[in-house]
């Protein structure tokens, strides 16, 4: 009786596999038929999937699909703030040599491990087709070019050198003017902390390497800033040692780690503490209405100003689009880029997002408050490159760094630090 | 027959790519796109000179400690009490095997947010508690302090086993016969001798399993470790590190004889209690 159970059990199971293969394979036909489709969609692989950025790209599709009818957008964007998933699947497409036909990297050395392994086709001929030499500012054009050839088309550009702070905590702490060297700012922290609030918040790991790029900004200059990615960089010496003990000294003014960097910019906003330094997507979070942001008010409840010792210097990042070897839709791909790379599509993309364009005749009048502030000092400043955010070191840099300062954390040792940073130049193989 | 489909996906799968990694680890391949010629050892003991090195597999260790060490105890406290006739018995068990129901990604976000570092006005979760039922002197830096950070750690993956180790152990307890017991009581046992010289002897076959079962699932920690606090070297472990060289440097050997210690690790676990169980089988 049972055995004949299982029979039975066993010929239905059978045949219902048969049936879905078939169901399968006459779908898949039926797909297939209308080839013209496949053609037609180009595959744009994003980390956008929060607020604002979600809102910017839907945008920037509207009007690719508007400019090209022939073409429809595909929107592969995998959730995860600053792409830590997005890239590891990539990594996977890419090796698997299934590229998608575009996809988002961090402008700069991020991007050197792609063009190592030959998966980037260099796309100087945009470059040249649409004259976007003469719109990005020269030094963005110079701290992308890898051997004379530039692989991406920056979208944004965000700020990372940006102090924010509570005035009302200011004002009772009896700090009257915003500092603007370091002096000024350990002297103002210290008045903060006589006052009993936080003086300085931080997150995870990452913001301290992320304070770090402040602090060498601001305390080795510009010049010797932008030299440290150069051959004749110098990480061992005394300027270096000074920069790391002026770390060493902000970082003893840190409140309690955070999760993460909202935390952190919330205790500002909370006036709980009076500075943090964070790039300037925090402006969003700051101001936006809830759920997506703290609905604070620009100038009253936060405010901002260059981290102390880098006024005039504007330390970027920026999101950038790429051109894969062996995408499959490479003409839909270009149409992609020159609508990433137009004024028309920047225009659409930066408000949304809370950045500003990396062009620079951007329509003026659509970035207000500190949009407008961050956009007069963009065509400005003089220009440095983040490290935390890509630009200046690849991965297995960044990653060396950030282990440093992991390190640095617990032990609070100068000199091991300084150590470990030479190191991780000379082994960066970059 | 049958089995010889499951011993070839297995011969490849496992020992095949157990193999691949152990000679990948051997090699120079630091980035991903160059070859790698062979090295030999160097990649094995170059590691240790690396601080961050030594900093987790220091870490792995506190935390392996405290978490199979808690979790059997825990374990067997509460089989302990089950098996002495508690009211509800069956209510309570299923409470108590209820965590293991849920992954170590969704209890390391829970416990991220109750092990909150915040102390004084800023508490919250757990050292909220604190605060509120007066026992401010409690308050901590759970899995951010320097020292005992890992310790904290273990606490969620303690909460999260210990029902397990107790499932364990109470059919270890209802195992034992009545009449040993009784036996021993004649002979003028106490309650307490006859738990120490009868019962506990009995149960050495399910705590060694229970050992073993933590032991890996401790040495392999990442889920937990990642969603509680993310990357970060104030609680880096083998398994965060390897991830880390992989995706993050992309270091594909360092990674590989990453990978290679924690299999040496954990076979250090399940090795003996292969050969142990293997003549105890024979000899039966």
Known sequence: ???????????????????????????????????????????????????????????????????????????????????????????????????????????????????????????????????????????????????????????????????????????????????????????????????????????????????????????????????LWTANSDWSGPAMTKALNDFKTIMSYAGDPQDDWQPAAKQVADGEAAFNIMGDWAYGYFHNPPDGGLGKKSKTDFDWAPSPGTGGTFMWLSDSFTLPKGAPNRDGAVAWLKVAASKEGQDAFNPKKGSIPARKDADTSLYTDYLADALKDWGSNKLAGSIQHGVTVNDAWRTAINEAVGLFQQSKDVAALQTALADAAKNSGQ | MLVSPSIVAIAVFVYGMLGWNFRLAMTDKHDEVSEGSFVGLENFTGIWDQQRWSLSVNHAIVFTVVFVGGALALGWLLAFLMEKGLRGEGTLRAIYLFPMAISFVATGVVWRWLMNSGIGERAVGLNRLFEVVGLESLQWQWFRDQDWGMAAMAIPAIWQMSGYVMALFLAGFRGVPDDLREAARVDGCTEWQVYRHVVLPLLRPVTLSALIILGHISLKAFDLIVAVSGKQIITDVPAVFMWVAVFDSHDPAKGATIAAYIVIAVSIFVIPYLVWSLRKERRS
């Open chain 1, 1 to 227: 009786m049972r055995r004949r159970w299982m029979a039975a059990v066993a010929v239905t199971v059978a045949g219902m596999l048969t049936l879905t293969a078939c169901g399968g394979g006459g779908e898949e036909g039926a797909a297939q038929s209308p080839q013209a489709d496949a053609a037609k969609k180009v595959e744009v692989f994003s980390w956008w999937t929060g607020p604002g950025e979600a809102d910017g790209l839907q945008a920037m599709k509207e009007i690719f699909e508007k400019q090209n009818p022939g073409l429809t957008f595909f929107d592969a964007a995998v959730a995860g703030g600053s792409g830590d998933k997005a890239r590891a699947l990539l990594t996977s497409k890419l090796q698997a040599d299934t590229p998608p036909d575009t996809f988002q990297g961090h402008a700069g050395a991020e991007l050197q491990g792609y063009i190592k392994a030959g998966d980037l086709e260099p796309v100087n001929f945009l470059y040249d087709e649409l004259k976007l030499k003469d719109v990005f500012p020269q030094q963005l054009v110079d701290q992308i070019s890898v051997g004379g050839q530039i692989y991406s088309v920056p979208v944004n550009i965000h700020r990372s050198n940006v102090m924010w702070f509570n005035p009302g905590v200011l004002k009772e702490a009896g700090v009257t003017e915003v500092p603007g060297t370091i002096e000024e700012f350990v002297a103002a922290l210290e008045k903060v902390k006589q006052a009993g609030k936080v003086p300085l918040s931080i997150g995870s790991e990452w913001t301290a390497v992320h304070l770090l790029e402040s602090v060498l900004l601001g305390s080795l200059g510009t010049e010797a800033y932008n030299q």
